[in-house]
């Protein structure tokens, strides 16, 4: 018997999974070993923000974002892929640990894959209400 080939979309779909149950090591045991992550936050402002590259940046980026913030709200609405590319929409809610104060945001998230495996990613979202949690 056959197995059908994992396409990107269901590799995206587990990644998601995994984060919204706190299972960093599955993320990071399925992404390339280069892997880079764009999230648009200045990170002057918010310590999760800007360009985390290869695994270790990429758990780094983790460790920031669960080290400040708890997740209120994980949504993922829709996924639109082409080949190696992905795009998923959603809706993120944080709660800033340092202030208390909350901020919820839609997004889009773009994957590259290469060779069946993400090689990088990118956030897209209004970035101004995450990083006014933060002040």
């Known amino acids: 018997m056959e197995t059908s080939p994992v396409t990107v979309q269901d590799t995206v779909k587990a990644l998601y999974n995994a984060f919204g149950t706190g299972n960093i090591p599955f993320i990071l045991d399925h ?9 648009p936050c200045d990170p002057a402002i918010v ?10 940046g990429f758990l780094e980026f983790f460790q920031q974002m669960g080290g400040s913030t708890d997740t209120i709200l994980w949504e993922v609405n829709d996924y639109i892929s082409d080949g190696d590319k992905l795009v ?20 889009a998230m773009a994957w590259n894959f290469k060779d069946g495996v993400p090689s990088s990613g990118r956030s897209y979202y209004n970035n101004a209400g995450f990083e006014n949690a933060f002040r």
């Open 31 to 39: 992404v390339a070993e280069n892997f880079s992550w764009f999230d």
């Open 47 to 56: 310590p999760f923000g800007g360009m985390h590259k290869n695994k270790s």
């Open 88 to 107: 998923a929409l959603g809706r993120h809610g944080i709660r800033c640990k340092k202030t208390g104060k909350e901020a919820i945001a839609d997004w």
